[in-house]
């Protein structure tokens, strides 16, 4: 794995005037980086596997909103408007992302999936291989293709067998499968996972009419309010990203007792860890949306982590086993990356990127990633700010080497 990095490539003049910036990936930071390196000169093609833009965001369950601010969830050259509200909807997200490529004419080749990058043959600009056999040859790469990208459904033992399709007695899914509450109306639910998916899947399907909701928790989380007196959670996170984390994690402490009730009774004791440590290493806190509530009242209840299946029934870390009409796994995705660069040393150990935003390493020049980190202070905010920050990047790349 290359340990080196670089916030410059190399991008000869022959190749800008030949080949685009090519952006893999149809989703909110795709678009944003396009937008940015069109505004500065630089020809941009998104490839976009799906047939739309937003492609995941169109898939995501029928209540989400979004966490964060709509002001400062827009991208680059095109505010939100302000009737999609605070708190954003789903299909407005999906509206403001068709918006924004058709303000900003953008150049996206829909159908297309790249599955393999390599440097080109003399070394200045990269090979896409790409679907139907295509090979296009790109000055720059930007990889955009999403934080959940895969699905990752944890490897438990009896797994398979508890598997059911729609209608059948035991039923597994995971959350990228889940739109609404219907088909679980009267039925006993058991959702795995207590980050924010899970605890708004949760809320959910309490509120949708299920008999039962139980969710399981491993690792206790941090909970916020989304807002407090006005003062939305994201601009706390804003704030937070410039503190030492040890300061962070002192100040958190004492808010949350302020702020949060003790459910300690209820299962979900105060976390031993600082809410800023546990961001540093993934774990976002979980703005709440109503699991407070349905904690306190007893209509989601607190369970331990899942450890298996057997004989058509759950099996929780205490020992205990419980036999749930449906599982709902919220235990997050993978990034996806192997295939398409695990080649080239640019990932860790776990399959992120190991540089983010304007740098690159100095083994794959001019190749770079945006969307590959969970941040406090809002996915979105952070993808408009990568944007200007690639595109600055390619341009001194450009500029450099006299194109």
Request: glycine residues 12%.
């Amino acid at each position: 794995m290359a340990d080196s990095t670089s916030t410059t490539s190399t991008v000869p003049a022959r190749r800008r005037a030949d080949h685009p910036v090519y952006v893999v990936g149809g989703g909110p930071g795709g678009l944003a980086a396009a937008y940015a390196l069109r505004a500065r000169g630089i020809r941009a093609v998104v490839l976009e596997k799906s047939d739309r833009v937003g492609a995941s965001w169109r898939r995501h369950y029928d209540r989400l909103h979004l966490h964060t601010t709509r002001r400062l969830s827009a991208l680059p050259g095109l505010p939100m408007p302000r009737r999609f509200g605070r708190w954003v909807s789903r299909d407005d997200v999906v509206r403001y992302l068709e918006k924004y490529t058709e303000h900003h004419e953008l150049e996206i080749v829909t159908g297309v999936e790249v599955s393999r990058l390599t440097r080109a043959a003399d070394g200045a600009g990269w090979l896409l291989h790409a679907t139907g056999g295509r090979e296009l040859t790109g000055s720059a790469v930007v990889v955009a293709t999403g934080y959940n990208h895969t699905p990752r459904l944890p490897d438990w033992p009896g797994r398979t067998g508890y598997t059911g399709g729609l209608g059948e007695p035991r039923r597994l899914v995971h959350a990228s499968d889940y739109r609404n509450p219907e088909p679980y109306t009267g039925r006993d639910v058991l959702v795995v996972g207590a980050g924010n998916t899970g605890a708004e899947i949760a809320v959910d399907l309490v509120e949708g009419g299920a008999a039962r909701v139980r969710l399981s928790v491993r690792t206790v989380p941090h909970i916020v309010r989304r807002s407090t007196a006005g003062w939305p959670a994201q601009y706390t996170g804003v704030l937070c990203r410039r503190l030492p984390v040890g300061l962070v994690d002192r100040l958190a402490g004492p808010l949350a007792k302020v702020s949060v009730p003790d459910l300690s009774a209820h299962g979900l004791p105060r976390p031993d860890t600082g809410l800023y440590s546990r961001v540093r290493e993934g774990a976002i806190p979980v703005q709440d949306v109503g699991l407070i509530d349905a904690v306190r009242a007893g209509r989601v209840e607190i369970v331990g982590a899942v450890e298996g299946f057997e004989d058509g029934k759950v099996v929780l870390a205490d020992g205990s086993r419980i036999e749930p009409d449906a599982v709902i796994a919220a235990t997050g995705y993978a990034r996806g990356l192997e295939d398409l660069v695990g080649h080239l040393g640019v990932l860790d150990s776990r399959g992120k990127p190991v540089v983010h935003g304007p740098r690159t390493t100095a083994d794959a020049p001019g190749l770079y990633f945006t969307g590959f980190t969970n941040p406090i202070s809002g996915m979105l905010r952070e993808l408009a700010l990568d944007a200007e920050r690639i595109a600055r990047a390619i341009h001194r790349a450009i500029a450099k080497a006299g194109g």
